[in-house]
C-alpha cells in the first residue's frame, strides 16, 4: 500500500464518541508530502485503490468515511470503482457514511493550495520553511479569523513547523527544494487528472452523504461543494441552525473544525453517523 496514504480513525481526530455498532470510522486526509517517492507516480485512483486494499486488509464489513480536501476526491474515487466502464472493482464492504468537508468533484485549474515555484536545489532555509508555511496555512482561513484569532493562528502555524521540523530530522534530502516541490507538482498533476463526476449518480441510495462547505474557502471555493451535491443522489447539505448536529453559518475556511465551538462539529458527525440509511 502506498505511504502517500495516510488514515486516522475519526473519533480520535475530532474527539468523537463510538460509531455505530459494527461500524468502522476513517478519516481520509491528503497525503502527506514525504518521504520522497523517486518516480513513483500519483493518481487519485491509485489511491483509491490503496484505501481499498487497508479496509479490506482491516476486515471491516462496513465504514464510514471522512474525506477531507483531496481525501474527499479519494473518497469519491473510491465510491465509483464498482462502476468504472474498464476494470471495474468489487468493495468488499459496504460504505454506509461518506461526510465531505472542503473538496470537489470535478477537476477546475484555479483551485487548491498555491504555492509559487522556486528555482534550484539547495535545502530550504528554517526562515524560508516559516514563510512558505505562513502562506499556505493562512490560505486555510479567512483574513477576518486570523484578525480574530491572532493567538490561535500563530498556535496552528507553530505546530505545523514543529511537523516539519520532525520531517527534516526524519528525512534530512526532504527538504531538498526538487524533491519537495516535485512531491506537491506530483499531487497538483493528481488533482487535475482525476476523472468520475459522470460516475456520481450510480452511488447505491444507502450510502449516507453529507456535504460541508464553507463560502469563505479560498483553497477549494464554495461552488465546488455545490456541484457535488447536484452530481450524487441522496447527498445533503449541512443543515443551518442552532440544534444538535447543525451548523451556525456557512463563514467559514478550509480549515472548516477551527471554526466555531468543537460541540457543533462532534454533533454534527455523531449525529450523521448514527443516521440509518432510510433515514433521508
Known amino acids: 500500500m502506498s505511504k502517500n496514504l495516510h488514515r486516522r480513525n475519526v473519533r480520535e481526530h475530532f474527539g468523537m464518541g463510538r460509531a455505530r455498532d459494527g461500524c468502522k470510522s476513517a478519516f481520509v486526509r491528503p497525503p502527506r508530502n514525504g518521504p520522497p517517492a523517486g518516480d513513483d507516480v500519483i493518481t487519485i485512483e491509485l489511491l483509491a485503490l490503496d484505501l481499498l486494499e487497508l479496509i479490506a486488509h482491516l476486515k471491516w464489513p462496513e465504514v464510514a468515511l471522512l474525506g477531507y480536501s483531496m481525501g474527499g476526491v479519494i473518497a469519491q474515487q473510491l465510491l465509483t470503482l464498482p462502476f468504472r466502464e ?29 504555492i509559487a515555484p522556486q528555482v534550484g536545489n539547495r535545502p530550504l532555509t ?25 493567538a490561535r493562528f500563530e498556535l496552528l502555524l507553530n505546530r505545523s513547523i514543529d511537523n516539519l521540523r520532525l520531517e527534516t530530522s526524519r528525512y534530512p534530502r526532504f527538504w531538498n ?8 507538482a506530483k499531487q497538483g498533476a493528481a488533482l487535475q487528472k482525476f476523472k468520475f463526476d459522470h ?5 447505491p441510495s444507502h450510502t449516507r452523504i453529507l456535504v460541508v462547505h464553507g463560502m469563505l474557502d479560498q483553497v477549494i471555493p464554495y461552488h465546488c461543494g ?37 460541540r457543533v462539529w462532534y454533533d454534527l458527525l455523531h449525529n450523521f453517523v448514527e443516521e440509518r440509511s432510510d433515514s433521508y
Open 86 to 114: 474498464v476494470s471495474p472493482v468489487r468493495l468488499p464492504f459496504t460504505i454506509t457514511h461518506v461526510l465531505l468537508a472542503p473538496t470537489r468533484c470535478k477537476v477546475h485549474a484555479n483551485t487548491g493550495l498555491r
Open 177 to 184: 527544494r526538487v524533491y519537495l516541490l516535485g512531491e506537491i
Open 126 to 150: 528554517p526562515e524560508e520553511r516559516k514563510a512558505i508555511t505562513r502562506r499556505v496555512v493562512g490560505s486555510l482561513f479567512d483574513p477576518a479569523w486570523i484578525e480574530l484569532n491572532p
Open 199 to 203: 460516475l456520481l449518480c450510480k452511488i
Open 226 to 262: 455545490e456541484e457535488i451535491v447536484n452530481s450524487i443522489p441522496n447527498v445533503r447539505s449541512a443543515e443551518l441552525g442552532v440544534g444538535s448536529g447543525q451548523i451556525p453559518s456557512l463563514d467559514f475556511g478550509h480549515y472548516f473544525y477551527q471554526y466555531f465551538d468543537a
